[in-house]
Nanobody, 124 residues
Framework: EVQLVESGGGLVQAGGSLRLSCAAS????????IGWFRQAPGKEREWVSC????????YYADSVKGRFTISSDSAKNTVYLQINSLKSEDTAVYYC?????????????????WGRGTQVTVSS
């Protein structure tokens, strides 16, 4: 089955940056949609961004536009999420997920495969 592993999280001061990675096995990223989600304690899982295998397009939630950038490296079968200008409200566990059917979606139900997450903590 598809396996996804996130990495790159950590403790960062407000205004700092992180780059998260999502490494995939048992499938090719080029044939799938990859989405990034995050979940803060006591809150619902929130869609952050996705990259489309259909047209290569990238999409972002309004809360992260201008600060987050999603990209991919096909040779490494890895998708990245560059996070700049971190705010305290960015503190969450960040998950990557794959959708083999294609087409970016904001709904968690559209993604059958998930990583276990990486913690991002922003201090002020």
């Amino acid at each position: 089955e598809v396996q996804l592993v996130e990495s790159g999280g950590g403790l960062v001061q407000a205004g700092g940056s992180l780059r998260l990675s999502c490494a995939a096995s048992r499938f090719t990223f080029d044939d799938n949609v990859i989405g990034w989600f995050r979940q803060a304690p006591g809150k619902e899982r929130e869609w952050v961004s996705c990259i489309s295998a259909t047209d290569g397009g990238t999409y972002y939630a309004d809360s992260v536009k201008g600060r987050f950038t999603i990209s991919s490296d096909s040779a490494k079968n890895t998708v990245y999420l560059q996070i700049n200008s971190l705010k305290s409200e960015d503190t969450a566990v960040y998950y990557c997920a794959s959708d083999p059917l294609g087409g970016c979606s904001r709904r968690t139900s559209e993604y059958p495969y998930w990583g276990r997450g990486t913690q991002v903590t922003v201090s002020s």
